[in-house]
RNA sequence: GUGGACGUAGCUCAGCUGGUAGAGCCCCGGAUUGUGAUUCCGGCCGUCGUGGGUUCGAACCCCAUCGUUCACCCCA
């Protein structure tokens, strides 16, 4: 036997187990996107690098060290998409669809990041994304959110799940803050940890979000970002949580919720849960009014947040722990090649008959014993058994395998009445 | 990139202060001449992650390396 080639440091297979709680996932998201009339939208995985370094932030750590980058064949550098935000709005820009216009949209796929994995973090990653462009107006920012709580809610999550949120208001108001931080920080140097110091000239904000607790007495005191906003941006916010307000939706102000990503303006917010170990963010995002013109179209102002789809099922997982893989209906039997050939053409036409009706068929041979282990195993509710003898007179033998009533034998033409009455 | 924990059968795991491996599940066959979740009997399954070192002798001790995992950083 030669070596085995292992998969990628966290690229992470999908076994078929799972793949019903990831459909049961996408399924329900898809359920909320349509009743709210958000388009799909689909776009490479892979981009020019400079996408990425223009609209992410040249110094952040995703750009800096976590990309998949790598040289073309006409010397051209690529990168792996680490998010989606980026690539859709380069793809609204270039087919003109944010022309005076308003879009409403949403993706999903793989995502790539070169991260040391932990629970609930892949290097390659899925993400469903939505994007909105054209809409300066709170109310946008509330239909945004209520989009995700709507999801989260149909889930099943809702007592697991909380909802945190902050405006970092305009650009200028943002760097002024930022300045006013530095000052503040800079006179308790002394009371910063290591990785603190270096984000001091790296991303200042994101010490407010430390986890450090020697640290959270600095951070209580620090000047509140929330206190400098420009008017705009306050009745912004604030008209938001009115409207969150009158829809019910639970929420947290956190204003030390700053996000990573460089081109957050205004809102941002976070669906976070204790239930998944350090990983807690399943869904972020926020508005980004600059980055359209950032990235050469014209002004537009737009918002967005990501759902990771590997936490969401994760906190299904925690919350629920069940398989929802579909069990066959039938298991079909068929004890020799001929009445194999009769079987599979008795199993043709149920399928006409009854397109969802789910038929195992059993290839491969064995003892009727062991095809009818085999069936037990499947989890169907019933076996069709096709032996010599009913082949010799047409007729089918029906064995319910979930309870404990004799089996039936009935005529090959009644077949069909037969099981779409039982299976209705 | 940094730190901790862990790598033994397809899976879950046992294996004492070093004496060259074991259980359950799964799978296969039989008890049952064409009938399945029970029961009983039998069988298959290992470079003990990899490489080196110490030792008469290593799954066990030491070093390195790879992998997994949790946390930090960062982020969905």
């Not at 629920?320 to 004890?335: E, G, M, T, W």
């Not at 003898?389 to 005529?411: C, G, H, M, T, Y």
Request: charged fraction near 25%; glycine fraction near 6%.
């Amino acid at each position: 036997m030669s070596s085995i080639i292992q998969a990628v440091r966290g690229m992470n297979d999908i076994l078929p187990e799972e793949v019903s709680l990831w459909q049961h996932v996408e399924n329900t998201i898809q359920e909320v996107l349509k009743s709210f009339c958000y388009d799909e939208i689909r776009f490479p995985i892979v981009e020019k690098t400079e996408l990425f370094k223009r609209s992410i932030g040249e110094v952040t750590d995703i750009v800096e060290k976590e990309m998949y980058t790598f040289i073309d064949r006409n010397e051209e550098s690529l990168t792996l998409r680490p998010e989606g935000t980026a690539g859709c709005v380069r793809t609204v820009i270039e087919h003109g669809l944010i022309h005076n216009q308003i879009q409403r949209l949403w993706y999903k796929g793989p995502f790539f990041r070169h991260e040391r994995p932990q629970k609930g973090r892949t290097r390659q990653f899925h993400q469903c994304g939505v994007e909105i462009f054209g809409i300066p107006t709170p109310d946008i920012d509330a239909e945004l959110i209520l989009l995700s709580a709507t999801i989260f809610e149909r889930l099943g999550f809702k007592d697991h799940i909380a909802l945190q949120i902050n405006s970092l208001g305009s650009p200028a108001s943002r760097a002024k803050y930022k300045e006013t931080l530095i000052a503040y920080l800079t006179k308790h140097t002394d009371q910063l940890d290591e990785d603190s110091k270096r984000r001091l000239n790296t991303n200042p904000l994101r010490i407010l979000d430390s986890k450090n607790p020697a640290m959270a007495d600095l951070i209580h005191h620090a000047p509140k970002l929330t206190e400098s906003l420009d008017d705009e941006s306050r009745l912004h916010f604030e008209g938001l949580l009115n409207y969150l307000n009158a829809l019910n939706i639970k929420y947290e102000i956190n204003p030390c919720l700053v996000r990573g990503l460089d081109y957050y303006t205004k809102t941002v917010f976070e669906w976070v849960t204790t239930d998944l170990g350090a990983q807690g963010t399943v869904c972020a995002g926020g508005r980004y009014d600059g980055l359209v013109e950032q990235l050469g179209g014209k002004p537009t102002p737009a918002l967005g947040f990501g759902l990771g789809l590997e936490r969401t099922v994760l906190l299904l997982q925690t919350l629920h722990q069940k398989s929802l893989a579909l069990a066959p209906d039938i298991y079909f039997i068929a004890d020799s090649e001929k009445t194999l050939e009769t079987a599979f053409a008795l199993s043709n036409s149920l399928r006409k008959a009854l397109p969802e009706i789910r038929i195992l068929m059993n290839c491969g041979g064995g003892a009727i014993k062991n095809q009818l282990k085999k069936a037990d195993k499947s989890g169907a509710r019933y076996a069709l058994i096709l032996g010599e003898q009913e082949a010799a007179n047409q007729s089918i033998v029906l064995k319910n395998l979930r309870e404990n009533n004799p089996q039936e034998i009935f005529p090959q033409q009644q077949i069909i009445e037969k099981l779409s009455g039982l299976l209705n």
